[in-house]
Each structure stands twice: as structure tokens, then as C-alpha cells.
């Protein structure tokens, strides 16, 4: 707190002219991408304000700085409200809108906030959204994206709260998809799990976020893979006025952000814009700061080129890499047990990761519809190393270096036929795979290399009747490969339907059915024997069955609460013939998961029940505040008896509240509690011939279970606006209220306080103490 002090003192000087006014820009459109002329756009609570021109766009001036509710009105749609902007004198994104047809004939406009807290009527339920300045004011989670969808309602932390795995509602890490900006995207995070998507530290940057969607039911027909969800990136394009950027500096990274227009010569806005960011971390001095033995060191890069070609014609070109390199080292010279333990037993992980994609977006002239055809390429290595001496990263006994490159062609038309929408499209996919596996304790000797095409369909129709009361969408996709034995597309026929109906004014009945498919990981379908046989090949696309049905209460156009239940089914699960348990208690650590014979017999069923509560920035304060109470079971090789998961920790509950002060200072909380989990204990007498490799033995699964997990974060806002930049300085303190967060025992050779082997060999529990607050100061700089 005293560095915090500190650094107010010496902005100070600045501190005092900080008096300076702020502009907001952005375009309005409808459904069919049409600009719509003439919209009003209000601030709530203000006189500022602007009419859209004939190419739907707008531009406020003279906003004096500080967070408001954006509206836009129009005869003939829906009033559309963008909750708690954040206006500043420098370094404002766009805010634009897609407004929806209104089913009532209005005489006038009216300029209010009647519009209620919506979803997509394909997605009527299970469906959270947060815009950017949400997540970047976000508590406890150092301005990552994914650390903010851990906190949404249905999803539990990972394992002791520090990785970025998303576990929703049951489901296993590696059961949900990302997308930017409508590109898939395998790996989000740093030092990834292969096989799955989780790490430590997430990659995307949240300068370039407009909005995050997380879908945890009713998916898209449009997406392909997902079983328990989908999350969406929507990126803002760059700034086509003006050259800005900004600077962010935090315990853990340190991001540079540039945008601007290109080509713009005399005119008020460019065509081409350009947003670009790369960022380095700070975390491995953060991980030595509080004595931990890791090493995180990584780059990232992000960017997006946009060009509108014409009125109705636009193409963009996205990326986003990163550079990593996960090692370990003593924090001191004295011999501590728990860190010993730590540095065998962690893994060395070099990883290179690059995804870049082309985008063209067409509008048809007549009004009808539009299209969008995206061109991209994905890239995973990963060398994933343990060794028996880690500190001279000598003798390694499990070597897994590999190469997941896709290249992916995606189609999709929207059609509009009086109330009818119609959209449809098909996904091309190039997947080339390479591994070379060396693994002493499961005697695994093979190099690996294939190559096939994955491509798929879908169809979905919406339409709403009976006066805007009764939404309706139907749609189906379907999947298949040229790898996989018994893979075909009718086998892959997915249907999905969801209907909300309001039956009371501000009261919504929301149902959905859908049946989804995921294809195994290149981790398991890339599996060879020691002969060099491909022992996966008949392998079967997961299949994960939902039901979903909820009800929902509007208590004013900015707050809801809803209660909603859940069941989902899952079929030909992937079991481990080794461990016998499914794939699903795996994957959630730094590891390579499904890199092992397998059998598709497993089933498994997640259900319960979801209570939210859900404020918009309303009189200074918003929040979110969910409880689920779930149970998670998965079966191995007898189909009959299932076994609660590693995360079936039956309670969830999750709350973020924040609180808009006087002078741009703003005061913010998050809580996260889950309940007892079970966890698979250590096989102590097979570990100590095998050490430091770790056996786990997975028929003593829910046997024992870990403890509560409870945290409290906060977070402290100040923020300053200078007439050619602005400042925000934030302090925040995860865990304050010091609660330890559970994890299994460790385990490491019995040693004397030299740190010398007590013969004969032998395993001890040691103890941890994961209870420590961490502090941290961050400053981002606009200019």
C-alpha cells in the first residue's frame, strides 16, 4: 500500500489539471448489417448525445470522463442499452450496435433504457456476456480474459484456483472451444495442456476485447466440438480517426497496445485500421517473489488489420501467438523440503503457439442477408520434458515433442426471409500431426506422424410469433473425418432446439435440447504402439446429450434473476486402458493428456441446478451472483457404476460487485467457494520406485476428498484524464482474507536437513501452505 501511495504522490502534479473531456464514436446497424441513419445515441443521465449519419455512424464529444449506460434508440427497433462504458480523455474503443427489429409499431422514438438484459434467441439460456471494461476492471484476475470467465456463473476453479482451466457445469477442461472473432482458436492460454486447453495465464489481451460471451448450453450450430462450451471473443477494430495506444505495466506482464488508421490521407476516418499489441511477462519474478520454484517466462503478439473495401464489402486479418518457456530453480541456497519436491516433479515446457486468419464479410445490396468466409491457420509446438535431475535437466525419462498444425476454411450465410432467419455454412479442415514420444515408465517408444480432413454442415432456423412473445430456433450440424475407422456424418447428425416464451410481462420461460459431438485429441488419435500401429483408429466422436430449462424475472430493464436446471448425457467417452478411468479426471495439470491407448466405451451425466442474480451498472453499482448445486459422475470400463468426477464438488458460488466513488475512483470485489472435491490419491509404494514420476491410483477415486475452496479478491481504482492522455492506477490483493486453498498431499524422498536421501528410499507427506494474500500494483497508461 505504501508503493501505491507513493506513486499517487508523484502524479500528483498531474493529478491536479486532470480536468479535461472525452469523445465516444462507433456505428449502428440492424440484424442485416444495414447502417441505420438517424438513430439517437444517448448518454443515460446526461444531455450529451448524437444522431447516427447515413453510414450509421455517430460521434459524442465534450463527455466529461467517468463510467455511464450507452443507449440507442430508433423507430422500429428494439432500444439497445451498452452498460458501464468507460469514457476517458484518451483511449476510448469504438461502441457499436446491431439493433433488432421491433414487433410493436412505435409513433415516436423514445430515448430510454427500457431495453432488458438480452440473449441471442439461438442461445436463450446459459449465456453470460461482459464487455471490456468489465473485464478490465475485473478483480483477482490481472486483466485475463479466461481468469474472468472462471468467475461466471456454472464454473468451477481448477485445483488450488491458479490455472485457466474452464470446467463448466460439470464438464471436463477440454470440453469447450474458443473463438476469435469467429476463427477457432485450439490454445488460448500459456504453457498449455495438450490434449486440452488450460494453463496458468491466458493470452488474449484485453485491449482489443469488445465483448466475451460464454455460452454454457444451446451452442450455435455454427461451432463445432463443443460439449459443455463456447467461448466468444469479439476483438473491436482499431481507432479510424486518431493514433493512440496504451501501456500496461502489472506484477505479472507488461503490454504494449498501438492502433490507428491507415491510408487515412485528409479524410475524418480511415477505410484500413490497424490494432496490434505484444506483451512480456513478469510472472516467473512474481513466482520467485513468493517462493515458489517455477519459472513462467513468456511473449505474446496479437493483431488485427481491417479494411472496408466498400459499403458492403469488408476484410480483416487477425493473429495471435505466443512464445513460452516453463522451467524451474531454487528460490534460495537453504534446503527447503517442499520446494525440493516441487522442483522434481514440475516438467519443462517450451512451447511456440501462432494462429492467423483472413476474414472477408460480404452484405448483400438487396438487403436479404450477408455472408462471412474465414481462411485460417493454427499452430501448437510443444516440447514437454521431465527429468529424473531436473536442476541439470539430466536424464530425462518422458520426452513428448510435437507439432498440431489445422487449416481451416469456414463458411457462413445468413439469410433473412420476412421473419425468418435462416443461417447455414460448412467447415474444411487440413489437420497434420507429428509426435515424438519417449516415456521410460510407461515404456512408450514411437514417432508419429498423420494427416487427414475433417469437414462439416450445419443449418439452423430462428423466427419469433405470437407478438415477440415465443422465440423459436431450430438447427443441426453434422461432422465427420477421414482418419477415424467409422466416422460418417450421419452418425454425427446433431439436433438442437430452444424456445423462450414470455408467458408474464418481464417474466421468460427459456428451454432448449441439443445433441453435440467432439472429435479426440491429435494426443490420441496420433498414438502409436512400440510396433507403430495406430491403436486409436477406432476411436468415436464423444457425444454429449443437454436439457435445459429455466425461468427468468426481469426486475428492471438493467436486473434479472434466473433459475435455471441442467442435465447433460455424455456416450463414448474416452477411457484409459492403463488407469482405467475416464479421460474426463485427466487434463486438468501440466501434462500431456490422451497420449495413451484408449477405449471410447465411457459414459458419463452432469446435473443440477443454477440460481443468478444479475445487476448492470445501475445508481454506481453492478454485480453478478450466482449459487449451483451439480453433481459430476463418469463410468470406465462398467458403464453402470459412475464415479464422481475430480471437480464434483456439488456447490458453486461465485459473485463480482463493484462500486462506481466520486473523482474516478471505483472499489471492486470478487468471491469464488466450491465445495469438497474428491482427488485421486498417490500409489505410495509404486511412486517410490518410480520417483519423481507421480503414479496416481485412479481406483481409489472419491475416497478421500480435498478441502473448501474460498477466495476473496479486491480491487482499488483511481483513474486520471489529461488533456492528451489519461492514467488508471489499480491495487488489488488476491485471497485477503488468507484462506488456504486445498490441493492434493505432496509427496517427496525422505531427506535430512541437508537435503541428502535418508536410505532406504522412501516417500514422505509434506506440508504446504497455499493461504498467502498476493498483493500487486498495476498502472495503465492511454495515450
Same mark, same amino acid.
Given at each position: 500500500?505504501?508503493?501505491?501511495?507513493?506513486?499517487?504522490?508523484?502524479?500528483?502534479?498531474?493529478?491536479?489539471?486532470?480536468?479535461?473531456?472525452?469523445?465516444?464514436?462507433?456505428?449502428? /446497424?440492424?440484424?442485416?448489417?444495414?447502417?441505420?441513419?438517424?438513430?439517437?445515441?444517448?448518454? %443515460?443521465?446526461?444531455?450529451?448525445?448524437?444522431?447516427?449519419?447515413?453510414?450509421?455512424?455517430?460521434?459524442?464529444?465534450?463527455?466529461?470522463?467517468?463510467?455511464?449506460?450507452?443507449?440507442?434508440?430508433?423507430?422500429?427497433? #428494439?432500444?439497445?442499452?451498452?452498460?458501464?462504458?468507460?469514457?476517458?480523455?484518451?483511449?476510448?474503443?469504438?461502441?457499436?450496435?446491431? @439493433?433488432?427489429?421491433?414487433?410493436?409499431?412505435?409513433?415516436?422514438?423514445?430515448?430510454?433504457?427500457?431495453?432488458?438484459?438480452?440473449?441471442?434467441?439461438?442461445?436463450? /439460456?446459459?449465456?453470460?456476456?461482459?464487455?471490456? $471494461?468489465?473485464?478490465?476492471?475485473?478483480?483477482?484476475?490481472?486483466?485475463?480474459?479466461?481468469?474472468?470467465? !472462471?468467475?461466471?456463473?456454472?464454473?468451477?476453479?481448477?485445483?488450488?484456483?491458479?490455472?485457466?482451466?474452464?470446467?463448466?457445469?460439470?464438464?471436463?477442461?477440454?470440453?469447450?472451444?474458443?473463438?476469435?472473432?469467429?476463427?477457432?482458436?485450439?490454445?488460448?492460454?500459456?504453457?498449455?495442456? &495438450?490434449?486440452?486447453?488450460?494453463?496458468?495465464?491466458?493470452?488474449?489481451?484485453?485491449?482489443?476485447?469488445?465483448?466475451?460471451?460464454?455460452?454454457?448450453?444451446?451452442?450455435?450450430?455454427?461451432?463445432?466440438?463443443?460439449?459443455?462450451?463456447?467461448?466468444?471473443?469479439? !476483438?473491436?477494430?482499431?481507432?479510424?480517426?486518431?493514433?493512440?495506444?496504451?501501456?500496461?505495466?502489472?506484477?505479472?506482464?507488461?503490454?504494449?497496445?498501438?492502433?490507428?488508421?491507415?491510408?487515412?490521407?485528409?479524410? #475524418? #476516418?480511415?477505410?484500413?485500421?490497424?490494432?496490434?499489441?505484444?506483451?512480456?511477462?513478469?510472472?516467473?519474478?512474481?513466482? %520467485?517473489?513468493?517462493? /515458489?520454484?517455477?519459472?513462467?517466462?513468456?511473449?505474446?503478439?496479437?493483431?488485427?488489420?481491417?479494411? *472496408?473495401?466498400?459499403?458492403?464489402?469488408?476484410?480483416?486479418?487477425?493473429?495471435?501467438?505466443?512464445?513460452?518457456?516453463?522451467?524451474?530453480?531454487?528460490?534460495?541456497?537453504?534446503?527447503?523440503?517442499?520446494?525440493?519436491?516441487?522442483?522434481?516433479?514440475?516438467?519443462?515446457?517450451?512451447?511456440?503457439?501462432?494462429?492467423?486468419? @483472413?476474414?472477408?464479410?460480404?452484405?448483400?445490396?438487396?438487403?436479404?442477408?450477408?455472408? !462471412?468466409?474465414?481462411?485460417? &491457420?493454427?499452430?501448437?509446438?510443444?516440447?514437454?520434458?521431465?527429468? *529424473?535431475?531436473?536442476?541439470? &535437466?539430466?536424464?530425462?525419462?518422458?520426452?513428448?515433442?510435437?507439432? %498440431?498444425?489445422?487449416?481451416? @476454411?469456414?463458411?457462413?450465410?445468413?439469410?433473412?426471409?420476412?421473419?425468418?432467419?435462416?443461417?447455414?455454412?460448412?467447415?474444411?479442415?487440413?489437420?497434420?500431426?507429428?509426435?515424438?514420444?519417449?516415456?521410460?515408465?510407461?515404456?512408450?517408444?514411437?514417432?508419429?506422424?498423420?494427416?487427414?480432413?475433417?469437414?462439416?454442415?450445419?443449418?439452423?432456423?430462428?423466427?419469433?410469433?405470437?407478438? $415477440?412473445?415465443?422465440?423459436?430456433?431450430?438447427?443441426?450440424?453434422?461432422?465427420?473425418?477421414?482418419?477415424?475407422?467409422?466416422?460418417?456424418?450421419?452418425?454425427?447428425?446433431?439436433?438442437?432446439?430452444?424456445?423462450?416464451?414470455?408467458?408474464?410481462?418481464?417474466?421468460?420461460?427459456?428451454?432448449?435440447?441439443?445433441?453435440?459431438?467432439?472429435?479426440?485429441?491429435?494426443?490420441?488419435?496420433?498414438?502409436?504402439?512400440?510396433?507403430?500401429?495406430?491403436?486409436?483408429?477406432?476411436?468415436?466422436?464423444? @457425444?454429449?446429450?443437454?436439457?435445459?430449462?429455466?425461468?427468468?424475472?426481469?426486475?428492471?430493464?438493467?436486473?434479472?434473476?434466473?433459475?435455471?436446471?441442467?442435465?447433460?448425457?455424455?456416450?463414448?467417452?474416452?477411457?484409459?486402458?492403463?488407469?482405467?478411468?475416464?479421460?474426463?479426471?485427466?487434463?486438468?495439470?501440466?501434462?500431456?493428456?490422451?497420449?495413451?491407448?484408449?477405449?471410447?466405451?465411457?459414459?458419463?451425466?452432469?446435473?443440477?441446478?443454477?440460481?443468478?442474480? &444479475? !445487476?448492470?451498472?445501475?445508481?454506481?453499482?453492478?454485480?453478478?451472483?450466482?449459487?449451483?448445486?451439480?453433481?459430476?459422475?463418469?463410468?470406465?470400463?462398467?458403464?453402470?457404476?459412475?464415479?464422481?468426477?475430480?471437480?464434483?464438488?456439488?456447490?458453486?458460488?461465485?459473485?463480482?460487485?463493484?462500486?462506481?466513488?466520486?473523482?474516478?475512483?471505483?472499489?471492486?470485489?470478487?468471491?469464488?467457494?466450491?465445495?469438497?472435491?474428491?482427488?485421486?490419491? +498417490?500409489?505410495?509404494?509404486? +511412486?517410490?520406485?518410480?520417483?519423481?514420476?507421480?503414479?496416481?491410483?485412479?481406483?481409489?477415486?472419491?475416497?478421500?476428498?480435498?478441502?473448501?475452496?474460498?477466495?476473496?479478491?479486491?480491487?482499488?481504482?483511481?483513474?486520471?484524464?489529461?488533456?492528451?492522455?489519461?492514467?488508471?492506477?489499480?491495487?488489488?490483493?488476491?485471497?485477503?482474507?488468507?484462506?488456504?486453498?486445498?490441493?492434493?498431499?505432496?509427496?517427496? /524422498? $525422505?531427506?535430512?536437513?541437508?537435503?541428502?536421501?535418508?536410505?532406504?528410499?522412501?516417500?514422505?507427506?509434506?506440508?504446504?501452505?497455499?493461504?498467502?494474500?498476493?498483493?500487486?500494483?498495476?498502472?495503465?497508461?492511454?495515450?
Amino acid at each position: 500500500m505504501k508503493s501505491f501511495i507513493a506513486i499517487l504522490l508523484i502524479f500528483s502534479p498531474w493529478i491536479l489539471k486532470a480536468q479535461n473531456t472525452g469523445e465516444i464514436f462507433g456505428r449502428v /446497424l440492424d440484424e442485416k448489417n444495414i447502417p441505420v441513419a438517424g438513430a439517437s445515441v444517448l448518454l %443515460e443521465n446526461t444531455i450529451k448525445g448524437a444522431q447516427t449519419d447515413i453510414d450509421g455512424r455517430y460521434l459524442v464529444t465534450g463527455i466529461e470522463p467517468g463510467s455511464y449506460n450507452l443507449i440507442v434508440s430508433y423507430l422500429g427497433y #428494439e432500444t439497445q442499452t451498452k452498460y458501464n462504458i468507460l469514457v476517458k480523455s484518451k483511449g476510448n474503443p469504438s461502441y457499436d450496435f446491431i @439493433l433488432k427489429e421491433s414487433a410493436e409499431t412505435l409513433d415516436v422514438v423514445v430515448i430510454s433504457s427500457s431495453d432488458k438484459i438480452s440473449r441471442p434467441k439461438e442461445t436463450p /439460456l446459459s449465456t453470460q456476456s461482459l464487455s471490456a $471494461n468489465e473485464i478490465a476492471n475485473y478483480p483477482g484476475s490481472n486483466n485475463d480474459v479466461v481468469q474472468v470467465a !472462471q468467475t461466471l456463473p456454472g464454473v468451477s476453479p481448477s485445483v488450488g484456483g491458479f490455472r485457466n482451466d474452464l470446467i463448466i457445469r460439470g464438464g471436463a477442461a477440454n470440453e469447450t472451444v474458443y473463438y476469435l472473432d469467429g476463427m477457432e482458436v485450439p490454445n488460448i492460454n500459456h504453457f498449455s495442456t &495438450q490434449g486440452s486447453a488450460g494453463g496458468p495465464v491466458g493470452m488474449v489481451n484485453v485491449s482489443f476485447i469488445s465483448d466475451v460471451t460464454l455460452s454454457s448450453s444451446a451452442f450455435g450450430a455454427q461451432y463445432d466440438n463443443p460439449l459443455s462450451g463456447v467461448l466468444q471473443f469479439d !476483438q473491436r477494430n482499431g481507432n479510424p480517426r486518431n493514433f493512440n495506444g496504451n501501456f500496461r505495466i502489472s506484477a505479472s506482464e507488461a503490454a504494449l497496445t498501438l492502433e490507428g488508421p491507415l491510408f487515412k490521407g485528409q479524410k #475524418e #476516418e480511415s477505410k484500413t485500421t490497424v490494432l496490434a499489441s505484444v506483451r512480456r511477462s513478469y510472472l516467473q519474478f512474481l513466482f %520467485e517473489l513468493i517462493g /515458489l520454484p517455477f519459472r513462467p517466462n513468456y511473449w505474446d503478439y496479437q493483431y488485427k488489420v481491417r479494411h *472496408e473495401i466498400n459499403a458492403y464489402n469488408s476484410i480483416s486479418l487477425i493473429g495471435l501467438g505466443s512464445i513460452d518457456e516453463f522451467s524451474v530453480a531454487a528460490s534460495s541456497e537453504e534446503f527447503d523440503p517442499v520446494e525440493q519436491a516441487q522442483l522434481e516433479q514440475a516438467p519443462f515446457i517450451n512451447q511456440r503457439t501462432n494462429a492467423i486468419g @483472413l476474414t472477408w464479410k460480404n452484405r448483400f445490396k438487396n438487403g436479404t442477408g450477408f455472408m !462471412q468466409t474465414t481462411l485460417s &491457420q493454427n499452430m501448437l509446438n510443444n516440447e514437454f520434458t521431465r527429468y *529424473e535431475n531436473p536442476r541439470t &535437466q539430466e536424464n530425462p525419462f518422458f520426452i513428448n515433442d510435437s507439432r %498440431e498444425t489445422e487449416t481451416k @476454411l469456414r463458411y457462413a450465410l445468413t439469410k433473412f426471409f420476412k421473419d425468418w432467419k435462416v443461417n447455414t455454412g460448412l467447415n474444411l479442415q487440413y489437420s497434420d500431426y507429428q509426435n515424438r514420444t519417449r516415456n521410460l515408465v510407461a515404456d512408450d517408444f514411437f514417432n508419429s506422424e498423420i494427416d487427414f480432413v475433417k469437414y462439416g454442415f450445419f443449418g439452423n432456423v430462428t423466427n419469433t410469433f405470437f407478438n $415477440n412473445k415465443l422465440d423459436v430456433s431450430f438447427g443441426f450440424r453434422m461432422d465427420a473425418d477421414t482418419f477415424l475407422e467409422n466416422s460418417n456424418l450421419l452418425d454425427t447428425f446433431s439436433p438442437r432446439l430452444s424456445l423462450s416464451y414470455e408467458f408474464i410481462e418481464n417474466w421468460r420461460l427459456n428451454g432448449s435440447i441439443g445433441r453435440y459431438y467432439k472429435i479426440p485429441p491429435y494426443t490420441i488419435l496420433g498414438f502409436r504402439d512400440n510396433d507403430g500401429s495406430l491403436v486409436n483408429s477406432d476411436a468415436k466422436y464423444t @457425444l454429449s446429450d443437454h436439457y435445459v430449462l429455466g425461468v427468468e424475472y426481469f426486475l428492471n430493464p438493467s436486473a434479472a434473476i434466473s433459475v435455471e436446471g441442467f442435465y447433460k448425457a455424455y456416450d463414448d467417452y474416452p477411457v484409459s486402458i492403463r488407469d482405467e478411468v475416464s479421460l474426463a479426471n485427466k487434463g486438468a495439470d501440466f501434462e500431456v493428456l490422451g497420449s495413451e491407448p484408449i477405449a471410447t466405451v465411457g459414459r458419463g451425466r452432469s446435473y443440477g441446478l443454477e440460481f443468478q442474480f &444479475q !445487476q448492470k451498472l445501475t445508481r454506481n453499482f453492478f454485480g453478478i451472483f450466482s449459487y449451483t448445486y451439480f453433481f459430476s459422475e463418469f463410468t470406465s470400463f462398467n458403464r453402470d457404476v459412475f464415479v464422481p468426477s475430480v471437480w464434483d464438488s456439488r456447490h458453486l458460488i461465485s459473485f463480482v460487485g463493484g462500486y462506481k466513488l466520486k473523482r474516478n475512483w471505483e472499489v471492486s470485489s470478487r468471491y469464488r467457494f466450491a465445495g469438497q472435491t474428491p482427488f485421486v490419491p +498417490t500409489d505410495i509404494e509404486a +511412486t517410490t520406485i518410480t520417483y519423481p514420476n507421480i503414479v496416481l491410483d485412479y481406483s481409489r477415486l472419491d475416497e478421500q476428498k480435498l478441502g473448501v475452496f474460498s477466495q476473496l479478491d479486491i480491487r482499488i481504482d483511481k483513474k486520471w484524464n489529461f488533456k492528451r492522455s489519461s492514467l488508471n492506477l489499480f491495487f488489488e490483493v488476491q485471497n485477503i482474507l488468507a484462506q488456504n486453498a486445498p490441493s492434493p498431499p505432496l509427496y517427496g /524422498l $525422505n531427506r535430512d536437513e541437508n537435503g541428502t536421501i535418508i536410505p532406504p528410499r522412501t516417500l514422505v507427506e509434506l506440508e504446504q501452505d497455499n493461504s498467502q494474500p498476493i498483493p500487486s500494483l498495476g498502472i495503465v497508461f492511454d495515450f
